[in-house]
């Protein structure tokens, strides 16, 4: 009894040893190392997709008289006021206005409706576009030995997409913000991308709009782009079967009188901060940093001078009229009045600045 008695005590004191030693003596850990999941990683952007050189891209910083070999004189030549001529041809599908800078061919701007501009289609949607030809989203370049990183949004992506051809030109193509149907394309280079620059710059810099010296005749040239927006807006109109605005002293007198008023006084409708944000841009002249005045704000315009109104928008900087309609098409809160019902149209220029006004006609107002 004795015997077994000693045997389940040493038996007991055996296995208290065997489970309290990792607890005693607990064994040496090896340092394992671990992987950090939220490491920043640098990611080299994949060079963004080109296309082969066709069409109007062939005539991009070509001498000027190569594209009048094919499309013949202009119909008309003016100063643009930023050290290029504007310059429109003959063109029975929709508008055909070419850019001169130093007797080279700078940008080419077309507006149609159905026509075909190799390699691309007028009347074609956003979906189809993009199904054709592979479209990037970040653009790796260089400009003056820079490197120049430019971003798309996806708003970009589907109705301002930018298109690469493989003589280092670009086309920046315009789908209208409603019905997503290409209304028009601007063929440029390189520098004339960054001056106009409708899209995002995450490195390097954007190019500030060249104003040219105060002797030209500034009155003539803002009634000339005038003219020439309104020719725009109601060919455009016309090409999708709505009726052209009428124009009037009244309406005229309206746009410009707002915006005067607000070119003056902008702190009577802008916050401190939204006044910040104007000032800023107006130093900067660039065309990355838009200026819109809210509804709200041109509302408050309005009201402080007394004017009616049905539709309008304050723009700037505005450097090229016709790039900036294409633009407004493609952005569905200003495009709602570009496609408004017939109205008296009043547009005001001032340099850089637009003020676009749509007024009830007289007829209407009359038929009340």
Known sequence: MKRVIGFL????LVLIGYYLQPVLFPPTQKKIPVNQTNQTVHHKALKHQ??????FANYILQPIENFEKTFGEPIKVENSGFFFETRNYAFDQGILEVN???GKVSVIKVMA?????TPFKFGMTSSQFSDQINLSANFALNYDEEPVAIELSENDMRFRPLVAFDNRTFAMVFFNGENEKMIGAVYLDLENLLRLMPYQINSGNPLANRVQE????????NRQKQSRLIEAI?????????????????????????????LTTPKKVLTNDRLEEWQMD???????????LSPAEFNELAKRDDIDYTEGFFYSPTIDPLFNLFNW????????????????????IDQENVLVLLQESEKTKDSE
Do not use: C, M
């Not at 005590?9 to 007991?12: A, D, R, V």
């Not at 080109?50 to 069409?55: M, N």
């Not at 107006?282 to 819109?292: D, I, K, T």
């Open 50 to 55: 080109t296309i082969k050189a066709e069409g």
């Open 234 to 262: 109601n060919r455009y109109r016309n090409l999708y079967k709505q009726p052209s605005f009428t124009t009037g002293e009244h309406v005229t007198d309206d746009s410009e009188k707002l915006l005067k008023s607000f």
């Open 282 to 292: 107006q130093e900067a002249h660039l065309s990355n940093l838009a200026f819109e």
């Open 100 to 102: 001169v800078e130093a």
């Open 329 to 348: 098409i493609s952005q569905d809160h200003l495009n709602k009045v570009i496609d408004a019902p017939a109205s008296e149209l009043g547009v005001a």
């Open 214 to 221: 105060s002797s030209l005749d500034w009155e003539l040239l």
């Open 113 to 117: 409706k159905k026509t075909e501009i």
């Open 9 to 12: 005590s040493i038996l007991f």
